[in-house]
């Protein structure tokens, strides 16, 4: 008699979940945190890994982005990431410090002439290599996005290094970025990029670097009325993810979602170069700040002065890695 209705009993349940149909996999969530606005190389960029997302892998993989640090800020992103709050971000290279000082190479003053020498030193052995420097800690880098070359926004004009002594400037947390400041007499202010804009319109600092794109997208300009056309370091960017969340992908997701990732890289670097001349011009079609150019003199003095800092960081990064960015320009 039991035996009877435990079996009706297991039918009833077998029916009830064929009506119910199959069950769905949940997709997986990629969260993508970044702190800059969507009209950006990174915005962008990462929208375009999003809709690529969507195309190649439909309802497997799902990628939510999350702008202007609405999600995390540019301090707390990795610690969320090795947490699994967030799987995604693209920190600037200076935002590593914590878990690697190789990639501090990046913030050497006047190391770079140009993204063709980034291009070149990135895609070397060198500069691939790094991509993997903070494996050990639970990151890894898919791949390298540019902005492009910082210019000195301040309350005053900056024509040569002693005009920038016994400012204040904001800077990305990044030892080498304090000690270029230094170099030249300022006072470097380590703040999250949310905070730059009510910093300056408060006049709490004086100035800070950036590139034409995050002056413009962030109004900076329109609270700091000169710019000096200093293009003296580069801002540029490491797609990271959390090693345990990558491995855990199967390999055919995994090599999907790196695939739609160089695509949307390639995007967001297009969008860089664009942006680099357009972001300007729209500064200077403003009339917000006047934008100063520096003389051959005057540029060799700002080299003269920063240049030191290279020594200073040598052991950390390793004089190998500084000469193999360095000989790039060539
Ligand atoms: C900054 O903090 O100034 C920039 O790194 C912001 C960004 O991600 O471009």
Same mark, same amino acid.
């Given at each position: 008699m039991f035996r009877k209705i435990t079996m009706a009993?297991?039918? @009833? ?9 199959? +069950? ?11 702190? +800059? ?15 690529? &997302? ?8 799902? +990628? ?18 090795? @947490? ?31 993204? #063709? ?36 926004? *301040? *309350? ?17 947390? %990044? ?18 990029? %949310? ?6 319109? #408060? ?9 034409? %794109? ?8 329109? +609270? ?17 993810? *959390? ?6 992908? *199967? ?32 500064? &200077? ?8 150019? @520096? #003389? ?14 290279? %020594? ?19």
């Amino acid at each position: 008699m039991f035996r009877k209705i435990t079996m009706a009993a297991a039918a @009833l349940t077998i029916t009830a979940a064929l009506a119910a149909g199959p +069950v769905l996999a949940k997709p997986i969530v990629i969260k993508f945190s970044h702190v +800059v606005a969507e009209n950006t190389p990174k915005g962008q960029m990462a929208n375009k890994f999003k809709e690529l &997302i969507a195309e190649k892998l439909g309802d497997k993989v799902v +990628v939510e982005v999350y702008p202007n640090s609405q999600l995390f800020g540019d301090n707390k992103v990795l610690e969320a990431m090795l @947490l699994g709050d967030v799987q995604m971000a693209a920190p600037s290279l200076s935002k590593f410090e914590r878990y690697t000082k190789k990639v501090a190479l990046y913030d050497l003053p006047f190391l770079f002439e140009d993204i #063709t020498a980034v291009d070149k030193f990135q895609s070397s052995k060198e500069g691939q290599d790094m991509l993997n420097a903070m494996k050990k800690k639970g990151l890894i880098g898919l791949g390298y996005l540019h902005n492009g070359m910082k210019q000195l926004s *301040s *309350s005053q004009p900056l024509k040569v290094p002693a005009d920038a002594a016994g400012l204040k400037f904001r800077i990305m947390s %990044s030892d080498v970025l304090a000690a270029q400041f230094q170099a030249v007499d300022a006072t470097p202010l380590k703040k999250p990029f %949310s905070e730059v804009f009510t910093l300056l319109q #408060t006049k709490a600092i004086d100035g800070q670097e950036n590139t034409w %794109s995050n002056i413009y997208s962030k109004k900076f300009f329109e +609270v700091q009325p000169y710019i000096t056309e200093s293009n003296h370091g580069l801002l540029d960017y490491m797609v990271v993810t *959390s090693t345990e969340f990558w491995m855990d992908l *199967s390999d055919d997701i995994r090599a999907e979602v790196k695939k739609a990732l160089d695509e949307a890289i390639i995007f967001g670097n297009q969008v860089a170069a664009e942006k680099a001349k357009s972001d300007k011009q729209k500064i &200077i079609d403003s009339k917000r700040s006047q934008i100063i150019e @520096l #003389t051959r003199e005057e540029r060799a003095q700002w080299v003269e002065v920063m240049k030191p800092v290279w %020594s200073k960081f040598e052991h950390e990064i390793g004089k190998e890695l500084i000469d193999a960015a360095y000989n790039s320009n060539k």
